[in-house]
């Protein structure tokens, strides 16, 4: 079983930078494809950034490249999101997403939410004017 804890998550002023993070258990990062959600207050989950198992492949949200960077560090079984020029819209509760890789389309770059298994608890983030 998989289990992630995000971190990191607060206040922060537009313009400002945050970095969460997602620590894994159960299984290495190099063994699953992640991704990070966020959900604003009355909006459904949305897709934010994803990265593959090999870690060599990231996909970003349109609403946040160029500002956001997914990165992991597999000693620390941990996946990062760096989040700079922070926009008020940005305001979500972040939340950390894990699947094992696909065997029929291992390339696969996943955006949906109902296409990964295993879920963080979320961290809230809230940008202020």
């Known amino acids: 079983q998989v289990q992630l804890v995000e971190s990191g998550g607060g206040l922060v002023q537009a313009g400002g930078s945050l970095r969460l993070s997602c620590a894994a258990s159960?299984?290495?990062?190099?063994?699953?494809?992640m991704g990070w959600f966020r959900q604003g207050p009355g909006k459904e989950r949305e897709f934010v950034v994803g990265?593959?198992?090999?870690?060599?492949?990231?996909f970003y949200s349109d609403s946040v490249k160029g500002r956001f960077t997914i990165s992991r560090d597999n000693a620390k079984n941990t996946v990062y999101l760096q989040m700079n020029s922070l926009k008020p819209e940005d305001t979500a509760v972040y939340y950390c997403?894990?699947?094992?890789?696909?065997?029929?389309?291992?390339?696969?770059?996943?955006?949906?939410?109902?296409?990964?298994?295993?879920w963080g608890q979320g961290t809230q983030v809230t940008v202020s004017s």
């Open positions: 997403a894990a699947r094992p890789p696909s065997t029929l389309f291992p390339r696969a770059r996943p955006r949906s939410a109902d296409e990964y298994n295993y």
């Open positions: 159960g299984r290495t990062v190099s063994s699953l494809d």
């Open positions: 990265i593959d198992r090999t870690g060599s492949s990231t």
